[in-house]
């Protein structure tokens, strides 16, 4: 069997169309990190839907094995004639998980159709091996969709650099800290507890020589009972003087690392060659804005807390814009949630807007 050329589109059924619009808003339940948001939907040939699945980030089962896990039992002899919809191309690689494309396999799946292709060398051939092995492998369905999906995570890939995150716990009035630099803690526990998970599923968590002299971080990922999570982040500091050798940084581990340069594209660059996937900013000022100027900012998560300062530090320092027109332009993100409440502090997610190619620093 072979393969039609991506991006040539096909007749798809109304319930195949339906199935993979499904696929899409599962795959928006999962968080973004060093993997990319993929749902997954099996129907059977009246169209109705047999199961959806999606993947919740890197180390868990990817969305196509946990669509196949929700099948309701009694119903698997079914699957040869059922049509699997997924929003990426089925990975062919063992990574954290086995293949996918082996999973489908060993389901008997019997057809299935992806929205666009995995561009990273270890995942693809799997929409090939599948069809090799007889499936009926389509493609062409919503692959501008899909590839918005992951407009950031994509450009990620092709930059060959981390998926990075900045996060910033500000007040109302858009400081990180004091007119003293004391800023612990601007948001309650809820939301604190919500910034340890992003650093639990992060590989490394980035803060400038400043937090350091300010704040003595530890920048471990912690569970509420303030214990260290399983596979804690690399720790990265980012600056030119000598991080003192007590500083709570520098743990015992060995999970540490200073990187004395004021270039955030080296600084990811290098992080990219020890295996980071996924990398936190977790500020100050001065790096946040430093990542920002370089359009190295794939994800923003912005915890509000109903606090006024008035006076102190600004969460973004001089981005180099002069004029409205040259704003820098965000959207809200869905995956996971745009806006909620986390005890008294608001949770907002945002994304840069896909395809801005005339931004600064580009
Ligand atoms: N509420 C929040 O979410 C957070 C608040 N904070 C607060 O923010 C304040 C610290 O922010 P800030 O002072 O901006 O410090 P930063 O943490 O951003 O560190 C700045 C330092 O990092 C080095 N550096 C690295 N990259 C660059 C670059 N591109 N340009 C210039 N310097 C660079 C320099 O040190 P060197 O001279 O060694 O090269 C510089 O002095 C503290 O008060 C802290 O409490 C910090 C983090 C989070
Ligand atoms: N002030 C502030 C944050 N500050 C961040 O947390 C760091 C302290 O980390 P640790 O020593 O591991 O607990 C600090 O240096 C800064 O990077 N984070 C938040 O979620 N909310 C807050 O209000």
């Known amino acids: 069997m072979s393969l039609p050329a991506p991006g040539i589109s096909q007749q798809f059924s109304t319930a195949e169309q339906r199935g993979m619009e499904l696929a899409l808003q599962a795959a928006g339940q999962g968080v973004r990190g060093a993997n990319p948001l993929v749902g997954a939907v099996i129907i059977d040939p009246r169209g109705e839907v047999v199961s959806t699945g999606y993947h919740r980030g890197a180390g868990t ?8 896990a929700n099948v309701p039992s009694g119903r698997e002899a079914e699957l040869a004639d059922c049509t699997m919809l997924v929003t990426l191309e089925p990975c062919n690689h063992r990574g954290r998980t086995g293949p996918c494309s082996g999973a489908i396999l060993e389901a008997g799946i019997g ?7 995995d561009p990273t060398d ?9 069809a090799a092995a007889g499936v009926a492998v389509r493609t062409g369905m919503m692959p501008q969709r899909a590839q918005e999906l992951n407009h950031r995570w994509f450009q990620a890939r092709r930059e060959v650099r981390p998926f990075t995150t900045l996060h910033i716990a500000q007040s109302v009035d858009g400081l990180i800290a004091a007119a003293d630099g004391t800023s612990q803690w601007i948001t309650g526990e809820e939301a604190r507890a919500d910034s340890h998970g992003i650093r639990s599923r992060a590989d490394a968590i980035i803060a400038g020589n400043g937090t350091i002299a300010a704040d003595n971080p530890r920048l471990t990922a912690r569970d509420r009972a303030g214990a260290e999570t399983p596979g804690q982040p690399l720790r990265v500091v980012m600056g030119r003087r000598k991080v003192p050798a007590d500083a709570a940084v520098r743990g015992t581990d060995g999970r540490f690392l200073q990187l004395a340069t004021h270039d955030p594209a080296e600084v990811l660059a290098e992080l990219a060659g020890r295996g980071v996937g ?4 977790e500020g100050g000022a001065t790096i946040a804005s ?9 994800e923003l998560v912005l915890y509000l807390a109903p606090l006024m300062l008035g006076a102190g530090t600004r969460a973004v320092a001089d981005l180099g814009i002069g004029t409205l027109a040259e704003a820098s332009r965000w959207r809200w993100d869905n995956a996971g949630g745009s806006a909620r409440t986390l005890g008294a502090d608001l949770r907002l997610h945002l994304e840069p807007l896909p395809f801005r190619g005339t931004q600064k620093g580009k």
């Open 61 to 68: 089962p990817h969305a196509e094995v946990d669509a196949l």
């Open 111 to 117: 057809s299935l159709v992806y929205a666009a292709a």
């Open 122 to 130: 270890q995942a693809a051939g799997g929409a090939q091996r599948l």
């Open 278 to 281: 996924h990398a936190m900013i």
């Open 290 to 298: 430093a990542f920002l100027r370089a359009d190295l900012i794939d």
